[in-house]
């Protein structure tokens, strides 16, 4: 069922499955802020009883990025250009770039699973969306680059953090500062990408990992995943304590003793 179709994103829900996908092929699902309303749209839009969330992109990219009309003088229609954007006050700037991540960070709620399937080019704002998901399956045509620093920007919507998470500090500076292309290959060798997979079976792939997340009791799914999220952030000590309280959650439940 189709719950949302607008500025260049599709909202499908079936059942505890849901399937956010990019819908303007023939610009290669270029991004823009109206788009990132739309992709923040549909995280508040889910219904609760979705678990898992699968991204794709029509056509042969997945996405390129930022629509390059935004990087003219006059910027892209209805919105405002970087220079507007620049000559406003310090906390204005902020709001506004935090409005534009909150398109990015509705995808690692505790609650939901959410799956990146990747073909052909995820550029920058691209990249980035690949990397706001918990899951990436990739075809072996993907390429992935952070282009933000030759423009003389930085990555801005939530995918520093990421990054450096999965491929450390020092492969995450070089990629960024060089924005070379990393191929599917490598992608999967350095830990950025669960799987690689033949082009024509990337939908069947990303089906297929769905399942198998949807087939795990989701509460037990949802504790996993938080034990998970804040073990980089604790010692050893405070992650066994918190496993032992996860898993104390989970024995009352499932014994029914749970209040």
């Not at 801005?156 to 070379?180: F, K, N, S």
């Not at 399942?211 to 952030?233: F, N, S, Y």
């Amino acid at each position: 069922m189709s719950v949302l179709d607008h500025d260049g994103v599709r909202l499908a829900v079936d059942g505890p499955l849901a399937t956010v996908t990019l819908t303007d092929p023939a610009r290669r699902n270029a991004q823009s802020p109206a788009l990132w309303r739309a992709l923040a749209e549909a995280g508040r839009t889910l219904p609760g009883s979705v678990r898992v969330v699968v991204l794709r992109g029509e056509g042969p990219s997945f996405s390129v990025g930022l629509d390059r009309r935004a990087f003219t003088p006059e910027g892209l229609p209805g919105e405002p250009s970087f220079t507007d954007l620049a000559r406003g006050g310090d906390a204005e700037v902020d709001a506004v770039i935090a409005g534009y991540q909150e398109a990015f960070t509705w995808w690692r709620r505790p609650d939901l699973v959410s799956v990146a399937a990747v073909r052909g080019h995820a550029i920058g704002a691209g990249f980035q969306l690949a990397l706001a998901c918990d899951l990436r399956v990739a075809a072996a045509d993907a390429q992935f680059a952070m282009r933000e620093t030759g423009l003389g920007l930085v990555p801005d919507l939530t995918g520093t953090h990421p990054l450096v998470a999965l491929i450390g500090y020092a492969r995450a500076l070089e990629v960024c500062v060089t924005g070379r292309l990393v191929r599917a290959d490598e992608a999967e060798r350095i830990g950025l990408v669960n799987l690689v997979v033949p082009d024509d079976q990337l939908d069947e792939a990303a089906t297929e990992l769905a399942a198998a997340l949807l087939a795990a009791p989701r509460d037990a799914v949802i504790e996993t995943k938080a034990l998970l999220q804040g073990a980089t952030g604790r010692d050893l000590a405070a992650q066994c304590a918190a496993e032992r309280a996860a898993q104390t959650r989970r024995l009352r439940d499932l014994a029914g003793l749970d209040d």
